[in-house]
């Protein structure tokens, strides 16, 4: 459906849905979408993850690309219409509030904060031995906890700077790493392949004689780590002209654009890797390093460590900005601890301060008590996809119950008479994800690292509900919830 809106019609939805904007829409549709990309980022997810899940899958592990990019875009599109319909900052939280009502909008904000906060730190910390390298230090423990500090106090400064500033630092980082990721990419195609297309159908002994399945699953995440980030196009609601018609294209164009650089960067690695077998055995313990080394040189092998730390600075910053207006949204409306505090806003810079500074802190404490655990980032990693999963999911959930109760997405992008389907399959590939992600698979190790992820998910969902019972920090709000269909009289919401 074609969009007639500007501007000024853009800030009359906004107040006939209850608010005053503060921000000001200086995010353009290619910064929009610029924001999107560098949070899904395909070099992050791919460099980040590209070890571990060869070792557990063999390169079979690309098709969960392909998987996870099918199930992700079904849940873009019902983000497309509720950020249509609720052109509001924070994306999933006042979706959620609009749909279902103050509780369940609540569990989801706490959720969602929580994950993001968390994702921030893994991608941070995911930086850290790649910026140790590139500075000459050895990417210990400790260096690679500094690295990622430094990383996340650029990003924060970045932010701060305001949205003008952080629309032109996202299309930057989306030029380097488009450009990057394809010239690295047919530069190891071209100069450095080793294999055949063939080798996408051979596991190579990953996961043993058995059924090759439970190893595709288990390494299935680096498709699910990958296909976030298009819902911080929808957390930018308030900045961005037309966003009823901007931001669903931007939300598919992330999904189209970045799980194609992604499958191709992941693809161009795959074939460059001399030897599979080293990896599955964990000789090769950190197969990208040696590939670039060996494809660049050390001078070359240090610039495109340049191009992929832009990568993850840029993945930071948008991370950073997603949570901060989550956190501002929620604050706003009265519904979390400390919102007078979060809920200021710098109107010089246009931005959230304290809420952008808890982005900046949180994940920097996080990052720090990663020194008391082994494997750090695989756990950060697990914890963080399946919160965002699970944020997702709850939307997607309430927006199904919704269509039942006799919501009709009214907004500038709508599904039609395909809704209730894509929104069925959305929230099936969503729990099919989460429960492929807690999933215990290593029955001879201890049972915290066999059940941390569900553990750590429980323990997140439990403070919530505790805080959420005693508090009721939801009373404190007289926004509006749970209009999304008719409400019957005296209803609790």
């Known amino acids: 459906m074609a969009a007639t809106s500007t501007a000024g019609t853009a800030e009359d939805r906004l107040r006939d849905l209850g608010y005053t904007s503060e921000f000001k829409r200086d995010m353009s549709p290619w910064a929009n979408f610029s924001l999107g990309f560098t949070y899904l980022s395909p070099v992050v997810s791919t460099y980040t993850l590209f070890g571990v899940a060869l070792a557990l899958g063999g390169p079979p592990m690309i098709w969960s690309f392909v ?7 079904l849940v873009a599109l019902i983000f497309g219409e509720l ?11 006042p979706w959620a509030r609009r749909l279902w009502g103050k509780r369940w909008a609540w569990m989801t904000g706490w959720v969602y904060m929580i994950a993001l906060l968390v994702t921030i730190a893994s991608v941070s910390y995911g930086a850290g031995p790649y910026l140790a390298t590139l500075l000459g230090y050895t990417a210990n423990v400790g260096n690679t906890v500094l690295c990622a500090i430094a990383i996340i106090v650029v990003s924060t400064l970045i932010n701060y700077a305001g949205t003008k500033v952080l629309s032109w630092a996202a ?4 030029a380097a790493e488009i450009v990057g990721a394809l010239v690295v990419g047919i530069w190891l195609l071209v100069d450095n392949r080793v294999h055949g297309l063939g080798v996408l159908f051979d596991s190579f002994g990953a996961g043993g004689s058995g059924s090759y399945l439970p190893a595709f699953f288990a390494a299935g995440i680096i498709g699910l780590y990958q296909y976030y980030g298009f819902e911080a196009c929808g957390d930018t609601a308030e900045e961005v002209k037309d966003p009823g018609r901007v931001i669903p294209k931007a939300m598919r164009r992330t999904i189209y654009i970045g799980g194609a650089a992604a499958t191709f960067a992941c693809l161009s690695l795959l074939l460059a890797v001399p030897d599979f077998g080293k990896v599955i055995s964990g000789e090769d ?6 590939i670039l080394t060996n494809a660049f040189g050390p001078v070359g092998y240090k610039i495109v460590i340049g191009v992929v730390l832009i990568s993850f600075l840029s993945c930071t910053m948008s991370l950073q900005a997603a949570a901060s207006r989550l956190t501002y949204s929620y604050a706003r409306d009265k519904m979390i601890f400390g919102h007078k505090a979060l809920a200021k806003f710098n109107k010089k810079r246009h931005i959230p301060p304290y809420a952008l500074a808890l982005a900046g802190i949180i994940p920097a404490v996080i990052v720090i008590a990663s020194m008391l655990s082994t494997n750090a980032l695989d756990k950060i990693v ?20 919704a269509r039942l109760k006799g919501w009709t997405p009214s907004g500038e992008f709508t599904l039609g008479r395909w809704g209730l389907i894509v929104n069925v399959l959305a929230l099936a590939y969503g729990v099919a994800a989460m429960v492929n992600m807690v999933w215990p698979r290593t029955p001879d190790g201890p049972w915290y690292d066999n059940y941390v992820v569900i553990l750590s998910g429980t323990l997140v969902v439990g403070i919530g509900l505790v805080y959420m019972l005693i508090a009721k920090p939801f009373g404190h709000s007289d926004a509006a919830a749970g209009d999304a269909v008719p409400v019957l009289t005296g209803q609790a919401k």
């Open 67 to 73: 998987v996870a990019g099918v199930g992700q875009f």
């Open 83 to 93: 950020v249509a319909q609720y052109p509001v900052a924070g994306g999933v939280y």
């Open 171 to 174: 299309i930057f980082g989306f």
């Open 285 to 290: 313990a950190d197969p990208v390093t040696n």
């Open 382 to 401: 697990s914890f963080a996809t399946l919160g965002i999963y699970l944020g997702f999911q709850m939307v997607v959930f309430a927006a199904l119950r």
